[in-house]
């Protein structure tokens, strides 16, 4: 089922939003050689408690994981692309990390997720493809509006992630959010224009570019939740949630200084 938010409940979705930025941001800048992917752990757990929101991820126990999740963010680094699962490791310069959250504020929930270098140096390979998760998102977003179809977002988002010279996996990609995180309908981030489910207004849509450089077959870590690149090398993701306006779309999961 497809759900379409009621425009009283939209001040949740901008409060959701704005906190899954926010933290987002506090945990970017925060991250440096040494911090621990336990330590980024408690700090959304704090940050998320604090606001009084929900976390979507802790109880999260989905088919494609060995739930529950257990923790309240997932960190992947380097070859770990979604899902990653918190473990003790100290980030070293220039690893790249990938942080993604989602939360409920009000019974509404946003979910994003950002990828950058630790430390000092971003290789050209490191910035192209994160670079190339950011702009497939962006073009994503630019064609979201009532009456475009989600075959031409997924178009927009595969055309930006292929020319920069990627192969698309689509066994994972965005979704519908409102009360629940992962909703109807799926996104894949590869697609035919003019297909597909029509847009409306009050539809939110989590839109989440992600990218191997190499590859496009993942594999599962043994921690029954993380998924690799199937050839080790390294990954990108980038995703912001969206609500359908009357005229367009607008961002939840922007920073207020953004
Ligand atoms: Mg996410
Ligand atoms: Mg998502």
Known sequence: MIEILDPARLPRAREAGALVADILQTLRQRCRVGTNLLDIDRWAQSMIVEAGAQSCYVDYAPSFGRGPFGH????SVNDAVLHGLPHDYSLVDGDLLSLDLAVSVGGVVADSA???????????ADAALIRATENALRAGIAV???GARLGDISHAIGTVLSEAGYRINTQFGGHGVGSTMHQDPHVANSGRPGRGYT???G??????PWVMADTAELVTDPDGWTLRSATGCRTAHSEHTIAITDDGAEILTLTKSA
Request: hydrophobic share 50%; charged share 15%; with cysteine.
């Open 199 to 201: 847009l409306r207004p």
């Open 203 to 208: 539809l939110l849509l989590a839109l989440e």
């Open 144 to 146: 979201a509006r009532p």
């Open 72 to 75: 309240y963010i997932c960190t």
């Open 114 to 124: 950002i990828s950058f270098v630790v430390g000092d140096a971003t290789s050209s």
